[in-house]
């Protein structure tokens, strides 16, 4: 059985991502710790609508 690294990723606003690149920096360090996907959501907190989180986990599910 082969593993991937999977990564997920999310950042709360496009306004923080503009000012600190805090999703950059994330996706950035999954990279570095070698995950060969990379799933991320840009959503408010209020916002439960997640979908690069849902398709890791339809991935993930998947892959069982």
Request: net charge positive; hydrophobic share 35%.
């Amino acid at each position: 059985m082969s593993s991937e690294v999977i990564g997920y990723a999310r950042e709360s606003s496009d306004k923080q991502e503009m000012e600190g690149n805090a999703l950059t920096k994330q996706i950035r360090r999954l990279r570095d710790a070698g995950a060969a996907r990379i799933f991320y959501d840009i959503a408010q907190r209020s916002n439960n609508k997640r979908d690069g989180l849902l398709q890791c986990r339809l991935l993930l599910t998947n892959h069982q």
